[in-house]
């Protein structure tokens, strides 16, 4: 398996546009998650899913951010407008609820955005 | 306030030693936590889980130690290797399904 996926592996835009980051989990994992990290705040979830529905966004910091799970190989994080605060690394990552029951989790190799 | 503390600043220790990190937590009462490594420009990789119920954990060079009480749980890398600097993040399991990520401590390992 490839592991988990994401494009782009960065990003740079001007405040105010819109931004998309891509994710394909890995295959057969029904859990999905959105991480942000920065150097001040560390790695933060923002969102998950299970079997590609939203369970908790609550750390989705405002509504200029969405996330959609169309199916269960893809994902997409949304920025819309940007603003430079948002610059940070997006990670995703996967789970699968079967195994050893450690939840852990597989990380992608992010994508650092930077907003100017 | 919820927090998970990690030793902020860099731990730098000479080839062969062990490496101890530190990860401390409050207001949560974590069934699991878990240990990840970071490498620059990559996505944390997990490492190794341990129980509330657990003491201590075992992977080849790795040791983690979970004290509940303390609220505390230390990492241990012995005989470290230079191939064994990164960041190391530790992760609260709260729930079935969301970690709890701490902040991380950047380990140099110098020969």
């Known amino acids: 398996d490839a592991g988990v996926i994401q494009s782009p592996r960065h990003e740079v835009t001007e405040m105010g546009q819109e931004v998309t980051l891509r994710c394909k989990p890995i295959s057969g994992h029904d859990y999905l998650f959105w991480y942000r990290q920065t150097m001040m705040r560390g790695l933060e979830l923002l969102i998950y899913?299970?079997?590609?529905?939203?369970?908790?966004d609550s750390g989705m910091p405002e509504d200029r951010f969405s996330a959609k799970m169309p199916n269960a190989s893809f994902s997409t994080l949304k920025i819309q407008p940007s603003e430079p605060r948002d610059s940070a690394v997006y990670f995703c990552?996967?789970?699968?609820?079967?195994?050893?029951?450690?939840?852990?989790?597989?990380f992608g190799p992010g994508t650092r955005l930077t907003v100017t | 306030s919820q927090k998970i503390e990690q030793n902020s600043e860099a731990l730098n220790i000479q080839e062969g030693k062990t490496a101890t990190l530190t990860c401390n937590y409050t207001?949560?009462?974590?069934?699991?936590l878990q240990w990840y490594r970071q490498d620059p420009g990559r996505g944390p990789v997990f490492l190794l889980l341990i129980r509330e119920n657990e003491k201590e954990k075992r992977k080849e060079r790795l040791k983690v130690t979970f004290d509940t009480t303390l609220k505390q749980s230390l990492f241990h890398i012995t005989a470290s290797q230079p191939a064994d600097s990164a960041t190391y993040l530790c992760a609260l399991v709260i729930s079935t399904d969301k970690l709890i990520f701490g902040t991380g401590t950047r380990l140099q390992v110098f020969p």
């Open positions: 207001n949560y009462s974590p069934a699991y």
């Open positions: 990552a996967s789970r699968s609820r079967l195994g050893t029951g450690g939840y852990e989790q597989y």
């Open positions: 899913f299970n079997n590609n529905v939203p369970i908790d």
